[in-house]
């Protein structure tokens, strides 16, 4: 499917999908069929080849090692990494750190960003998005944030509690989202603090047991408990303006929602890919599975639900470059993560026993793929945000054509 | 939402919505509200309003008296007119006219389009596209047509039992689809041919009885059943080459499957309107509907819906103005037809009673959707075209990868 | 597919099954092929045969005419009379009648039975209930009745603004849901009252214009709308208890809904074997439909589905036997209401142009079948009686297992 | 919400419904905070109190220690257990053994109940059911079985390939379906096989990796992939009729996609349970989620559909003790099968991050029901079975109907 994307997105696209198809895929199939995983130092080649291949971190700047892409360009490869369970990974375009790269190089000091974004580009560090707390904290209602931290000279004392911190156990320096002025409004008073992980007071307390996670890398990452007790930073490790930790989180989440679809597209697009490959050879019944409608039609509509996703983002991305897009972003994101959902599960059907399987990757998709329609804004989250906007503009005349026909029977009736 | 639509596309399409909303939309509410059909002079008064404001016929080249507009540009403003019951007829967009003048711009000669086409963009004559046959002909399997046209001297003699031929019963011309070589394949053996009504042995049967068609304008149309007995027209009358008829009835259907899209979308776009100005004005246990989540939630659900699918159109309307852009057709058509189906269905659950009633559109508007998801190809036949069009291009890599290692066991086994 | 019904509710059904083979769906066929209505006359001669095959009004008492069923041993006759357009009329079971009939039979005086119900099942006079007020007045929300009843010596004066009073314009009686103690909550201070459609201030003051609406009978009933204005009648015309008029309403509802599922599962049930048959015998790209998968899977899915809803109604009909069976008539009535539209939409689909055309009777069923999801209380309403029943018993004991381990964490967090 | 359970049926079902929430519940609570798996010994423990509290086994007879119970008697107690992980490990139902029991106890001899069934039963031993084989043999197409049994004097000489071999790594004893007659149809030459895990020849491959399958249980079981290279066993380990294997198979299948949609429903049961819990407790906004309806609405939904799963497998078991019922499995089989998965997933979505950790048991329950739409028969397969019913049935006067109202009109055409 022709998408008009520009020159230079469709040309590192076209490296990236080489990439996937020659080293990343083989390896992600190995490691399927004989259970080894893949280690640091394999990870770590990739990342060397990628930058070989003029394609390592599409979305840094260029001073920073990646390929200075924006949202638009850097669609079409992103879509190509989602194809694998190691494309991100491969690349440098992986979350939670892509999105935290992008934070720091928007809001960052000059100096936040050569101590921590410069080598956690490179992956010589690790980072973590410390935000979500028990019973709702740190999500859609910002009333509910509890995590605080207060000036005492010039360090931050941070005190909370956090979980789902992604990559948080590994990481090296961690971004808390905490109240700094508990008088203002949440949207006015919480910041943003880096907080090296070895700082005293930080207790990474459990990986939270999840669906799926059962990788096919030694280090598998996990969604971290971790307590911050009396924390001590300095005020310089604020990052972007005190008191606008919601915005600039926004920025961070407008940004990463979208980068989910794109990943998540392309998983979708490599599901049906087996799906196909596997009912064009699976017999039953006299014929293959690809020669009978039943599974064959439930793909067409696969394809077609995908391309409307594709386009969708497509759309987002555009005016995401122009602006926070939060609608466009909103509509792209739940749109994409119920269709990729319900493709993923179309092709471990088509697969059967197969599907359910580890042997192919569809499995572990399948346990990748449903936290999408939670993480970063819950469906419903959306959905009120997208019909807060619907309703801004209800339509004056309608209202009054409703009301005087209705109204005026009910008035005659008063009357009489 | 904006869409980047062209400067062009969307100054015409500013001009289409104030004709909507100043004059088409509140004749339309009047003739709900009082059961006071719209006359053919009322029609005509449109006409005469929709030259001056620089919007009639927008898919005809302006030598024709239209506004000149590529599928990209006509699209916003064909979305407009689908907002109105009687807004696609008032600036004379509206089917069986709107494809059948695309046809004769497109394929007839100079002769056809000075007697045919100039007066059918005026609104002077009416016109019919006479394809489907009881029983499958002239659907979706060429193989299946049965209307015959033989060559006598220098006039096709035709022979043939059509139905579904919409407007014919007012029409003053017939585009009949007939086989002209027995010895060809169809799609190599079949020509358009334009017949005056009254020629002789043209008999118009009857209107087929249908779901709705009690529209809110005089003369309703309806679909004819047409008999073609011994009809002889001067083999000049064909439409386009001898022997192409598939093909010029497919860059027909292409645009029609488009423009409907287009339509449709703003039929949904208005059923959404409605159905939000309905829930914010009707209360129920203390408070609006609108100030409930349960409808909330679902309209924000069908914006995100209708959104993707007006994107997917954007991009099938690109590229139909270079190619015949078959499957993005195709993809956009289905999707649109079951996405407008929904969220219509949606906003009559959301009006109650009065979505079931007459006073407002939604009942009307429910009656003609529903055919969407089957004339101009069924769903069940653009799955088809897609499902082709998918499995054309299975990966052979993942074929090899599903092979190897299931084969590989099978041997083995067998082996042993 | 074997329910168990008991012996008599098999004998009577099956006596009806024969009726409708051999008289009611042969007229109907005949009906959509010429277009000729069946009059008041032959309907009459299919209340005689009726009676004669011992068949007529299966739930009214024998004593006045009927076959005196429960509601479990009617379910198997409404479903056979759903099969077909004229089948709930042919046997005097049809709404809203029947429901009237119904609460006569139940609350009526003896003095109300003699004079109105004994007619009313005889076909001799006719009946509407009038309940439904413009803007919500009647609907889910007791509160918003505001047609009102004043006693003024032994007679009622009534007030009020009525419409979707379904057959009103036919009625020779009509059923007022009117507010008669204004200082009483509406549960308590609501009655039902007979009005002779000829009483002084009544003033039938159109039928509502409707989806659908054109039936294939001569007199094809309508909504009216109605106004009462100083309307006298005498007190005893109240029907059942003063004040009790919501109780009253809800038996005649509960009742009307697990009819309507009965009568809905028998058009669905007809319009599977309407497709079934067409695609049986309909060609295209080398075999019949049926021997392709794609429609033939969604046949199968919708006989799976038809089939949980008609074990859902025979669930709550036993129940309905016993008691007031809320939470489960109300869970019958939603998913066979949104069931039996899908199946009918997927009939219709099936069959193609010929679906929305009206030479079968898929389109007359389609258009009576969405307003199911409206009328008897609308998806919406069930959906909020059967949450607070669903909400009502939530486990304490995952409660405190919620609670406890989130709360804890939040505690020990704050603590710190 | 009340069945009509027999009188034994629901007092077994209340014994065990204590059971669950005195011992079963807390136990896997404590094992999903902690991850502490339970041990082999707690099982033991809790099959002595099982059999203390009269409810072990509840599908076995009584004389091999079970309740004796029949489908339509088991199921609410099989409910129950389906809401704990454990719980129909701690009764001894669970999958495969409750088959294979049932196997046995149907068609084996006496020798092999006393040597096999009584311990199995007993859980002193384990079992296996060996079908499945890569590349669709064992599946729903028999002709694709590939594994054979050659008789060599009083042996059976086996060879094949085998996985997706349940518990085959922990099994004492498999049951292999194999070709014992190659020249018959596979329905009459194919048999069903006891060998011990411990003969020669048998080789445990490796357990398949696949979704989820990391349980709260120290032994997880898993599916094994299992080579039969020249293995020897008695031609006494025939289990039922040579021959017969397919029709042996059929009865344990009709029988398991049954136990599986009763535990799964009671599974989807306890996921509502937590889910209201949750959303009951868990604000935003300023009120719980519970009092908002967009998740209220959907759970109202859920137990709807819910309750039609159950009705509908109430039906089938009915019908199962007293014919194979294949149609009417298949279809109560189906439809569970869906609502489970759709209701796991809508809990799972309102327990936000919480229903994706595995604090809770919603994650688990999510990676179990998957696979529930393709064991025992994928959708597909069934929807295969119920279509060939379906059209076994069409009605000859609806044919005549289509035909003679369309083929008329054809010949009509063609005459003249």
């Known amino acids: 499917m022709e998408y008009h994307d520009s020159e230079t997105a469709q040309e590192v696209a076209a490296r990236v999908e080489s990439f996937m198809d020659e080293q990343v895929i083989p390896r992600e199939r190995e490691a399927l069929r004989t259970g080894e995983p893949v280690s640091e130092a394999e990870i770590a080649e990739f990342w060397e080849m990628a930058k070989e291949r003029n394609l390592f971190a599409p979305q840094m700047p260029e001073e920073y090692g990646g390929q200075g892409l924006d949202f638009q360009d850097m669609l079409p490869s992103f879509e190509q990494v989602g194809r694998s369970l190691l494309g991100a990974l491969s690349i440098r375009a992986n979350a939670p750190h892509e999105g935290n790269m992008h934070t720091l190089e928007l809001v960052g000091t000059e100096a936040q960003k050569e101590e921590w974004l410069r080598p956690l580009v490179q992956g010589e560090i690790s980072s973590a998005f410390s935000m979500t707390e028990p019973m709702g904290g740190g999500g859609s209602d910002p009333k509910m944030l509890q995590t605080t931290a207060q000036k005492d000279g010039d360090e931050w004392v941070i005190n909370g509690h956090k979980w789902w911190t992604s990559d948080g ?45 059962h990788g096919i890398t030694e280090r598998t990452g996990g969604h971290a408990e971790v307590k911050y007790e009396n924390v001590r930073v300095p005020v310089e490790n604020t990052v972007g303006e005190e008191g606008a930790g919601f915005r600039v989180a926004q920025m961070r989440l407008g940004g990463g929602r979208l980068t989910h679809c794109m990943r998540y597209s392309g998983m979708a697009e490599r599901s049906l890919e087996i799906a196909k490959a596997y009912i064009s050879e699976r017999e039953g019944f006299g014929s293959t599975l690809s020669e009978k409608q039943a599974l064959r039609h439930r793909i067409a509509d696969a394809e077609t639900r995908l391309h409307a996703a594709r386009a969708t983002s497509r759309h987002a991305a555009r005016e995401l470059d122009r602006s926070d897009a939060r609608i466009e972003v909103a509509m792209a994101k739940n749109f994409t993560a119920n269709v990729t959902n319900e493709i993923i599960d179309l092709a471990i059907q088509c697969c059967g026993a197969n599907g359910i399987g580890k042997d192919l990757p569809l499995a572990h998709f399948y346990e990748n793929v449903r936290p999408f329609r939670i993480v970063d804004g819950a469906d419903e989250v959306h959905r009120r945000s997208i019909a807060r906007w619907a309703f801004d503009d209800v339509d004056e005349t309608e209202i009054e054509n409703v009301l005087r026909f209705d109204e005026k029977r009910r008035v005659d009736a008063l009357d009489e």
Chains 1, 2, 3, 4 share one sequence.
């Not at 989202?177 to 910041?191: I, K, Q, V, W």
Request: aromatic letters at 4%; hydrophobic letters at 40%.
């Open 169 to 213: 156990a590994d990481a090296d320096f961690l971004l808390v989202m905490a109240r700094t002025d508990l008088d203002a409004h949440p949207y006015e008073g919480t910041s943003i603090i880096l907080v090296p992980t070895d700082t005293d007071g930080v207790n990474v307390v459990r990986n939270v047991g999840h669906l799926g996670g």
